[in-house]
Every structure is written in structure tokens, then in C-alpha cells.
């Protein structure tokens, strides 16, 4: 009741700021060059693969880059050197596809078949109680 | 009660806001060509013709649908290589595109369109595309589709940054021949005004753009155009007739 949202959100904003400042210390540690648009592959990835993974909690947005950066890496192992430049061509086209079948994000549907061994009209919260 | 006064009202005001908008143009238009006439202003007055477009273009999309499209760059990209490819001349055609695949070449090198066949083909390819992208995004909502959206722009551009076969990847289409007149755009503009006020929908509760929830407001929409059946909703403000 006495929380400020303004403030909450406000800091929080600040502090992934924080954290995205130390990641891109180690970004560029390991780089060793920093141009103006050095920041935009990592911004489409990090875009997308929250989306992919499921907004709203921490593990889909974990999930979600895992699998982009899967997803990239492999096409880019396996497709024949002819084509090797439309590696994110195919890796956007098939998020495409993910979300068209996952429009939840990976870990809506995980939740989902999470709530699905719990009976369909018992409450969530009261048949968490019940083995206590 | 719905008399003959009701029915004209309601179609004065489904044809107010796109005169207007068209009155505008016309006068934009007149301002630079009669009082300005300066080389560059008629340039400029251009460029934000054609912009205009676009921007009419994703409100005709977003502006309804409540998705907002970070991908509709990409369909302009469609339509100007089209146009590129097939209103260059084929003297210039045959040594900037040496990679062609034979296919191709035999249909688009002997190509030399003009303006109006150019800018059709353009749109005609870009619709394709669209409509290819439009069958799977349209079952999306909210910020699974802004991001399928986004994802078809970044897959456009990578696909005309490496085609080069086809596209010259990063280097400059040369040759394009510079019909563009200040005239033609603002037909063009007046052209789109028209459909897109004509399906404009004035949503009651918007869609919410971040759970995703179209809700009840794709039902509870009056499209100007049906203005003649269902009787118009009462003015918002006194100074709007």
C-alpha cells in the first residue's frame, strides 16, 4: 500500500541500465573497439529474445536468448558457405514461426502446461494449499 | 428516427476530414509551385509527399489494427528495388548486374517500364510480400506481432544486403530514371487519403497494444462508410462541423 510505483519502477529502470552497462564492459572487453553502432546487433537479439522466451518472467527471457543465440550459431555452423550471409535472414524468418506458434513466448506455454495438471476448476492458489 | 437530414449529415461527415486533408495538399502544393517555385522547395515538398505515404500507409495498418508495425519499411524496400529493376534501361541493366541468375535476367533486362508501369509493379510486388507476411502475423497480437513485424524488417534487409546478385547488396542501384514529379505525388497522396479515412475505424476502447486483448472493439467500431446505415454517433466537440 505505501509503495511508491513511480519510484519502484523508476529504479529499477535505473538498475537495469546499471546492468547493461556492466554487460557491455565485458562486451567490449572482449571486442576491443567501440563504434556508434556497435550496439545494434545486441539490441535486436536482446528485442527479440525476450519476446521469444515470454515477457514477464525471468527464466523465458533467459530461455529466449539461449535460443536465438542457438538458433544463429547453428544455421551459421551448418549452412553451405554460399548462403552463409542470410544466416539472420533465416534465424528472423523462423522467429517469425516461433512466435506464430508460441505467440506466449516459450514460457507461456511451459505455464500452460504447467496449469494443466492442475484440475480446470479448482483455483491454482487452492490446489497449491492443499498437500500442506 | 432517422430522416433525410441524418443521412446527409452522416455522409458530410464521412467525406469532411479526407477533403480537407486533400484541400491541404493541393494548397502545400500551389504555395510551392506558383508563389515559392525554388528548385529545392519542389524537392522538398517531394520527399514529404512520399513520406506522407508511408506514414498514411502504417496508420492504414497500425491505426486499425492496434499492431504496430516496425516492419512496413521493408515492403517499401520491395516496392523500390521492383521499380528499380525493372525501369532501368537495359543498356545500363546489362553491366551493373553481371551475377543475374539467367531466369531473372531474361525477364527483368528486357524491362524498361515507365513511370506509371514502375510504380504499379513496385506495388504489386511489395502486396505480394506483404500478403505472404500478412497470413501468419494477422493471428498475432499485442508484442508477439510488433516483433514478428520487426523481424521481417531485419530479415529484408539482411536478404538485400547479401542478395547481390540481385539487389547489388550494399552498393548504389544506378540508372533509375527521375520521373518523380511534385504533381504525380500528390496524386498519389490524394489517392491514399481517400481509402484510408474511408477505413479508418474510431475505436471505442482501443486495443490494449500490451497484453494483446482486441476485446470488444473490433464490434464496436462505426467505419465512417457505414454511416448511411447506422446512424452517426453524436458530434465530440461543437467546432467540428
Known amino acids: ?48 529474445g525476450v519476446v521469444i522466451g515470454g515477457l514477464g518472467s525471468l527464466g523465458g527471457a533467459a530461455l529466449g536468448g539461449f535460443t536465438l543465440g542457438l538458433v544463429i550459431n547453428l544455421l551459421s555452423a551448418t549452412l553451405p558457405r554460399s548462403i552463409q550471409g542470410h544466416t539472420l535472414m533465416f534465424a528472423f524468418l523462423l522467429v517469425i514461426l516461433i512466435l506464430v506458434f508460441q505467440p506466449n513466448g516459450i514460457m507461456g506455454t511451459v505455464d500452460k502446461l ?19 | 428516427v ?26 502545400i502544393w500551389l504555395v510551392i509551385t ?74 527483368v533486362f528486357p524491362a524498361q517500364y515507365n513511370a506509371w508501369e514502375g510504380t504499379l509493379a513496385g506495388g504489386i510486388a511489395a502486396l505480394v510480400v506483404a500478403l505472404v507476411f500478412g497470413v501468419p502475423i494477422v493471428r498475432l497480437i499485442g508484442v508477439a506481432a510488433g516483433i514478428a513485424t520487426l523481424a521481417i524488417l531485419v530479415a529484408m534487409n539482411v536478404f538485400i544486403q547479401q542478395t547481390s546478385s540481385i539487389t547489388r547488396g550494399t552498393s548504389t542501384q544506378i540508372g533509375v530514371p527521375q520521373t518523380t514529379s511534385m504533381r504525380a505525388t500528390l496524386l498519389w497522396v490524394i489517392a491514399a487519403i481517400v481509402p484510408s479515412s474511408a477505413i479508418q475505424t474510431r475505436p471505442v476502447n482501443a486495443p490494449d497494444v500490451v497484453t494483446g486483448t482486441l476485446g470488444s472493439s473490433a464490434k464496436a467500431t462505426i467505419r465512417p462508410w457505414m454511416a448511411h446505415i447506422v446512424p452517426p454517433s453524436p458530434p465530440r466537440s461543437a467546432g467540428a462541423q
Open chain 1, 114 to 132: 504447467r496449469r494443466k495438471r492442475v484440475p480446470a476448476e479448482v483455483p491454482r492458489v487452492a490446489a497449491e494449499e492443499a498437500p500442506s
Open chain 1, 1 to 48: 500500500v505505501g509503495v511508491k510505483a513511480n519510484w519502484v519502477i523508476s529504479s529499477a529502470f535505473a538498475i537495469t541500465g546499471f546492468l547493461a552497462a556492466a554487460v557491455t564492459v565485458l562486451y567490449m572487453l572482449n571486442h576491443g573497439d567501440v563504434r556508434p553502432n556497435v550496439g545494434q546487433g545486441p539490441l535486436l537479439v536482446a528485442f527479440v
Open chain 2, 34 to 107: 506558383q508563389i515559392v517555385s525554388d528548385v529545392f522547395y519542389s524537392d522538398e515538398a517531394e520527399k514529404y509527399f512520399l513520406r506522407l505515404l508511408i506514414v498514411l500507409a502504417l496508420g492504414m495498418f497500425s491505426g486499425n489494427s492496434g499492431i504496430l508495425s516496425f516492419g512496413q519499411v521493408a515492403f517499401v524496400a520491395v516496392g523500390a528495388y521492383t521499380s528499380a529493376l525493372l525501369t532501368i534501361p537495359t543498356a545500363i541493366k546489362q553491366f551493373t548486374f553481371l551475377s543475374m541468375p539467367h531466369v531473372l535476367k531474361d525477364w
Open chain 2, 2 to 27: 432517422k430522416g433525410p437530414h441524418t443521412r446527409v449529415e452522416g455522409l458530410l461527415r464521412t467525406i469532411w476530414t479526407p477533403f480537407l486533408l486533400a484541400l491541404l495538399m493541393v494548397a
